[in-house]
């Protein structure tokens, strides 16, 4: 039973405009949500976090977006850059107390084009 | 460079050999995981430690096994693997104890494992 799912594999943007990437999960224990891009043989980078406790935050040309409610969060790029093409992760938290456990969603392969 | 670090990058075993993993990590976190990634599988956790104590083994098979002699390296002892545990093997560490919820995990670079 996959708890955070990413039902877009890929998606296709044109440079200058808005990426939206979506991200749903299901277990409402989860109360820190993060995204993280993977460029092919690295590991994942921490790109941006969101507290269940916030609906939105921003940093940059990076918006995470929060509805608890739903159980859904997007990631919002804009203006995409060519080097944005990636695959991005969205990963849920739940904190054990000295450490915390990710769930990854399976990704979503961004391309921006020129 | 996230202050994770991976070594080797790739390794190539046969099912009879046994090898180590290595990770350090250079951010003064108390918690370090092992993730595995499968070909079209999400990033699944392996193990967890926290002040070099493991606080999570997500059934994983004993031919994998952790060691973290303290908080800044951990490995990942391999043993009579089979060649469906070819995959990227990912490194994390992370605050731990005083983030409370908001733990963010940074990752290395990874190993590509292929076990023949």
């Known amino acids: 039973d996959q708890q955070v799912k990413q039902n877009s594999p890929s998606l296709s943007v044109q440079e200058g405009r808005i990426s939206i990437l979506n991200c749903d999960y299901t277990n409402s224990m989860f109360d820190y949500f993060l995204w993280y891009k993977k460029y092919p043989a690295e590991g994942p980078t921490f790109l941006i976090s969101?507290?269940?406790?916030?609906d939105k935050n921003e940093d940059g040309r990076f918006t995470v977006f929060l509805n608890k409610s739903a159980k859904h969060l997007s990631l919002h790029i804009v203006p995409s850059q060519p080097g944005d093409s990636a695959v991005y992760f969205c990963a849920a938290s739940a904190y054990t107390g000295t450490a915390s456990k990710l769930t990854f969603g399976t990704g979503t392969r961004l391309q921006v084009t020129l | 460079e996230t202050g994770v670090t991976q070594t080797p990058r790739h390794l190539v075993m046969g099912m009879t050999n046994k090898k180590s993993l290595k990770c350090e990590q250079h951010l003064g976190h108390n918690a370090m995981y092992w993730y595995k990634q499968s070909a079209k599988k999400p990033l699944e956790l392996m193990f967890v430690y926290s002040l070099e104590e493991r606080v999570e083994n997500n059934s994983v098979p004993s031919r994998f096994s952790p060691e973290c002699p303290n908080s800044s390296h951990l490995f990942l002892h391999l043993h009579t693997l089979q060649p469906e545990d070819s995959a990227l093997y990912l490194c994390?560490?992370?605050?731990?104890?005083?983030?409370?919820?908001?733990?963010?995990?940074?990752f290395g670079p990874g190993t590509r494992l292929t076990v023949l």
């Open positions: 969101i507290s269940s406790i916030k």
């Open positions: 994390a560490s992370s605050r731990g104890l005083d983030s409370a919820s908001t733990d963010t995990q940074y």
